[in-house]
Antibody, heavy 117, light 113 residues
Framework: EVQVVESGGGLVQPGGSLRLSCEVS????????MHWVRQAPGKGLVWVSR????????TYADSVKGRFTVSRDNAKNTLYLQMNSLRAEDTAVYYC??????????WGQGTLVTVSS | DVVMTQSPLSLPVTLGQPASISCRSS???????????LNWFQQRPGQSPRRLIY???NRESGVPDRFSGSGSGTDFTLKISRVEAEDVGVYYC??????????FGQGTKLEIK
């Protein structure tokens, strides 16, 4: 059974940092590119970041470039998102998404990040 | 960036009737390899999204055959042949041909009349 479990969300003040994790099981993690996609409350889906299966290539949405860093540990079947200099507009549910050709093979349940003073 | 535009944004449908959602891209989604990387996602209330269709018209395993994807170039359609109660939710198209960034449509909310 495939499991994708995000964690690390919570309430943080503007300017603060959080590190999200996504632990997967039930599929060969190292064979998948991985993404972070977010969804602000009541809004649509927005792509945030991608990392290739080896962990050597990363891309970011302009809105998070320079503030967020995606990484992975294939030995631990875990994806990470380090988020710095957080802003109110970063408030969203963050989903971890698998990609073996196109994004969307697997989705987690999401973790809520709230940026507020 | 490729802009994805969906219509309608709200879609009331009678149970058992067909439904159709349009998605247009600001540029052709045909990749240099000949494939069209247009995906459709369903997000039921309170749930995570799940992919229904990938690469224009390929249905995911487990997705009922009443769902179908079609189109070409910049115009795409998701069709539901006979809407069931479990189809209520928001549907998104997403392109993965020209990235970064990957871009989604605004979403279409399907409800039962």
């Amino acid at each position: 059974e495939v499991q994708v479990v995000e964690s690390g969300g919570g309430l943080v003040q503007p300017g603060g940092s959080l590190r999200l994790s996504c632990e997967v099981s039930g599929f060969t993690f190292r064979s998948y590119d991985m993404h972070w996609v977010r969804q602000a409350p009541g809004k649509g889906l927005v792509w945030v970041s991608r990392i290739d299966r080896e962990g050597t290539g990363t891309t970011y949405a302009d809105s998070v470039k320079g503030r967020f860093t995606v990484s992975r540990d294939n030995a631990k079947n875990t994806l990470y998102l380090q988020m710095n200099s957080l802003r109110a507009e970063d408030t969203a549910v963050y989903y971890c998404v698998g990609d073996r050709g196109s994004p969307g093979d697997y989705w987690g349940q999401g973790t809520l990040v709230t940026v507020s003073s | 960036d490729v802009v994805m535009t969906q219509s309608p944004l709200s879609l009331p449908v009678t149970l058992g009737q067909p439904a159709s959602i349009s998605c247009r891209s600001s540029q052709s989604l045909v990749h240099s390899n000949g494939k069209t990387y247009l995906n459709w996602f369903q997000q039921r209330p309170g749930q995570s999204p799940r992919r229904l269709i990938y690469e224009l018209s390929n249905r995911e395993s487990g997705v009922p055959d009443r769902f179908s994807g079609s189109g070409s170039g910049t115009d795409f359609t998701l069709k539901i042949s006979r809407v069931e109660a479990e189809d209520v939710g928001v549907y998104y198209c997403m392109q993965s041909t020209h990235w970064p960034p990957y871009t989604f449509g605004q979403g279409t909310k399907l409800e039962i009349k």
